[in-house]
């Protein structure tokens, strides 16, 4: 049972934007740093943001992520057939000193 | 290029012990904290344990402690993972993956998993 929730999916049509919501409470995202994952289907994940709002190089900008209180968020914009996807928040859980995903959220181009 | 190959995934009784590996090339071995992370069929992503750095903690999920162990050896660059007791519920994909900031862990390369079945 994932102590991170994400909405099981979100959908937009092309050039629009979604937004991927990850609640969590003080001992995760109130208190350490969020990362976002990039899954296909049948893929490895792939790591998308990281410390809350950094890209790793090769992440589009038109990836974004932001925190606010015990919740974080993942913002596509010029959303593309190519972003059809899960994607994941994460981070370490200071309580109970284990790392934490989300429940995963799937992106629907429409 | 960092590249962490997992392997020794198969099918395996309930019960019954496996041992799975990850062999990592192209970075400094003994600068980077590695974790586990599984995925059972049509299911999300569960972290399973890490290891740090230099090995001297290590952290387990809930669901694997007391009956998983994670090691490591800088003489090969290898990190293991092995699995005593195992249930049906262990099925997934096992994925080595490489954490830069241990304090702060996020996962930048993943290796491509290998997939255990527990199955009588």
């Known amino acids: 049972q994932s102590v991170l929730t994400q909405p099981p999916s979100v959908s937009a049509a092309p050039g629009q934007k979604v937004t991927i919501s990850c609640s969590g409470s003080?001992?995760?995202?109130?208190?350490?740093?969020v990362s976002w994952y990039q899954q296909f289907p049948g893929t490895a994940p792939k790591l998308l943001i990281y410390?809350?709002?950094e890209r790793p190089s090769g992440t589009p900008v038109r990836f974004s992520g932001s925190k606010s209180g015990t919740s974080a968020t993942l913002g596509i914009t010029g959303l593309q057939t190519g972003d059809e996807a899960e994607y994941y928040c994460g981070m370490w859980d200071s309580s109970l000193s284990l790392y934490v995903f989300g429940t995963g959220t799937k992106v629907t181009v429409l | 290029q960092v590249q962490l190959v997992e392997s020794g995934g198969g099918v395996v009784q309930p019960g019954r012990s496996l041992r799975l590996s990850c062999a990592t090339s192209g970075f400094i071995f003994t600068d980077y904290t590695l974790h586990w992370v599984r995925q059972a069929p049509g299911k999300g992503l569960e972290w399973v344990a890490n290891i740090l750095y230099d090995g001297s903690s290590r952290y387990y999920g809930d669901s694997v402690k007391g009956r998983f162990t994670i090691s490591r050896d800088k003489s090969t660059n290898t990190v293991y993972l092995q699995m005593n007791s195992l249930k049906t519920e262990d099925t997934a994909v096992y994925y080595c993956v490489r954490d830069p900031q241990w304090l702060v862990p996020y996962f930048d390369y993943w290796g491509q998993g290998t997939l255990v079945t527990v199955s009588s």
């Open positions: 410390d809350n709002t």
């Open positions: 003080s001992s995760n995202i109130g208190n350490n740093y």
